[in-house]
């Protein structure tokens, strides 16, 4: 594991010599990741991508992309983008990027079933802000917005996604 990894710990996640307290899924751990269970698979995951919302927040990062009014992620196993981000309008099931709430002001992309998705073997596994302390997400890891904005300024393209 590198310097620029994050490595999920029972308890917290260890990043950049810190340790940051994280939410994960409702399903608990996986080995058999499938869409719609709640799960965060286990594995090394690499970092292939940073949105932010230019209108709450400036570029963290020289790599990061604005999310606009219109980007969505595909979830639609019938979708042939499924698990791709996508652009409004969209004629299949599909997850809005640009939310009322802060979740996703800022979110790290990692290249969980992606970029040749398996149908059935879940969307995106993103890292975002959390929606409180202790409330798991539908799959994907979560941190207190200012920590996430803290590692988001460090974190690099080769950094890992690590869930031992």
Request: hydrophobic share 40%; net charge positive.
């Amino acid at each position: 594991m590198g310097p620029y990894d994050l490595i999920v710990m029972p308890t917290h996640v260890r990043f950049a010599g810190r340790r940051f307290a994280h939410t994960i899924g409702r399903g608990g751990l996986t080995d058999r990741k499938v869409e719609g269970d709640g799960a965060t698979p286990r594995g090394t995951h690499r970092i292939v991508g940073m949105l932010y919302r230019p209108d709450r927040m400036a570029r963290p990062t020289g790599w990061a992309q604005p999310i606009g009014p219109t980007d969505l992620w595909s979830d639609d196993v019938g979708d042939p983008d499924y698990n791709m981000m996508v652009r409004a309008p969209h004629g299949f099931s599909h997850e809005p990027l640009r939310r009322a709430d802060p979740m996703y002001d800022l979110v790290l992309i990692t290249d969980w079933n992606w970029p040749v998705a398996v149908k059935g073997n879940g969307s995106a596994i993103f890292i975002h802000a959390w929606r409180g302390k202790g409330r798991p997400t539908a799959g994907c890891v979560a941190f207190r917005p200012d920590h996430l904005r803290w590692i988001a300024q460090r974190i690099r393209p080769i950094s890992r996604l690590v869930i031992a």
